[in-house]
């Protein structure tokens, strides 16, 4: 049988990548703290540490570098959730991506999700890597929200749609910051009550080690 060894980067393939993730690390940033509409190609760059003129020779504009940074973000999304162990209910594996999220929140790097009537809106809809990538990661959740509800674990009288798109605020969710900016909790303690919250709702009580 014939091993096929992947090709190697060039070195300047690799400088490239570097700086490139460099870049989507900075709008990451960036967007968790400004949002699409305040940010500017000019503090990405300031962020980076590079010149405007080097930046825009990896993207064009900050439409390309928003829809890059919210594409990777699903890619990164995915890859979490399919490397989910086996053995975990479908409520477990959704529970496990909430907590991954809130966890990327707290670290302050998590790109805000689009508003309906953010301007970027339009351009991560013709964006046909983003699509692909929020299309599986939905088919993925939808799934599990499916088995979940079956098995009793999540509510077969909530529509899936609406518990899909819950999932998906949580990792923009308002609290988190309130919480974390208030000094009351822990980041630990942060994920576990809103976790808590999400799926187990306010009717019981938090595990008794918060």
Not at 26 to 44: C, F, H, I, P, S
Not at 92 to 117: C, D, F, N, Y
Not at 187 to 209: N, R, Y
Request: with cysteine; net charge negative; hydrophobic share 45%.
């Amino acid at each position: 049988m014939t091993v096929i060894t992947p090709k190697k980067m060039s070195f300047k393939a690799q400088q490239h990548k570097f700086r490139e993730d460099a870049i989507l690390d900075a709008v990451n940033r960036l967007l968790a703290q400004k949002g699409y509409d305040l940010m500017t190609m000019d503090e990405v760059a300031a962020e980076v540490g590079i010149a405007k003129a080097s930046l825009y020779k990896h993207f064009d504009s900050k439409d390309s570098l928003a829809a890059a940074s919210m594409t990777r973000f699903l890619e990164d999304s995915l890859a979490m959730a399919r490397h989910l162990p086996k053995h975990l209910s479908a409520v477990e594996k959704l529970k496990s991506v909430v907590r991954w999220a809130i966890t990327i929140h707290l670290t302050g790097t998590m790109p805000s999700l689009p508003s309906t009537r953010s301007s970027i809106q339009q351009t991560l809809l013709a964006h046909e890597p983003y699509l692909t990538q929020l299309e599986s990661l939905t088919e993925l959740l939808g799934q599990w929200i499916h088995d979940a509800q079956v098995a009793g674990d999540l509510s077969a009288a909530l529509p899936g749609e609406v518990i899909l798109y819950t999932i998906y605020a949580r990792s923009c969710d308002p609290v988190v910051d309130f919480l974390k900016n208030g000094g009351a909790f822990s980041d630990a303690d942060i994920v576990d009550l809103l976790v808590h919250t999400c799926f187990e709702g306010m009717t019981k009580p938090p595990p008794c080690e918060l």
